[in-house]
């Protein structure tokens, strides 16, 4: 079972504390200047990918010294730093990809690349965005269970297609039985779970769960 983790360039204040990650991570990933966060929190940086156009001479030199492969793109190119560091973790068969320094900022790069998701779960990887505040998983039909998190109590249900058909909450504040969440509705947001752990299961659609502080 191999975790990858991908930082990316997005605000230093909303990058999570990378420390508590160091013994769950096999190899990190930096995506611009997301590979000098890495750097900068002593982190064993196995690739550094991107046009680096958010870096400095001097701090591009560091990453080129400190990282064990980098791969230099064009500014002008189809793809983002992120979506490129993305494609190379795939490549590493990974069964978990964390994505952090990915969301605040830029509201087009935040909502793209809580997309780029999707393209984890196509390939039957689970992706995981953390920032200081959220953390950020998809889920497709079944039943899943949550367990308790004390930095992330709140828990919102948040459909990514039109309805999200049978929602079922079980061990939550507010429980649900087979409901149907259309697109825009607020039903399914601000839960908390009662005990340690609850399941959530639905039949159609596809959900965004977003833990919360506060």
């Given amino acids: 079972m191999l975790s990858v983790a991908i930082i990316g360039s997005g605000p230093a204040e909303l990058i999570p504390d990378l420390s508590k990650y160091r013994e769950e991570i096999d190899i990190w990933i930096g995506a611009d200047r997301g590979a000098l966060v890495a750097i900068q929190n002593h982190l064993k940086l196995a690739h550094a990918i991107g046009d680096f156009d958010s870096v400095d001479e001097t701090e591009l030199l560091t990453i080129k010294n400190y990282a064990k ?15 490129l560091a993305l494609q190379k973790a795939l490549s ?3 069964s978990t990809v964390y994505l952090m320094g990915v969301t605040g900022g830029r509201m087009d790069h935040t909502l793209i690349n809580i997309q780029l998701l999707n ?17 950020i998983e998809q889920f497709h039909p079944g039943t899943h269970m949550v367990e308790r ?15 999200v058909k049978g929602l079922t909450l079980k061990g939550f504040y507010y ?6 969440i259309i697109m825009g509705s607020t039903l399914s947001i ?3 779970l009662i005990a340690n752990s609850g399941t959530f299961s639905f039949m159609k659609g596809i959900v965004l769960v977003v833990r919360s502080r506060g």
């Fill in 190 to 192: 601000s839960n908390k």
């Fill in 149 to 163: 998190d004390a930095t992330y109590p709140t828990i919102s249900f948040v459909p990514l297609t039109t309805e």
């Fill in 92 to 94: 590493l068969s990974p």
């Fill in 119 to 135: 393209q984890l779960k196509e390939e039957n990887i689970h992706g995981i965005i953390v920032d200081q505040y959220n953390r």
């Fill in 69 to 83: 492969h980098i791969e230099l793109y064009p500014v002008e190119k189809d793809k983002t730093d992120l979506e």
């Fill in 175 to 180: 429980p649900l039985t087979e409901a149907t």
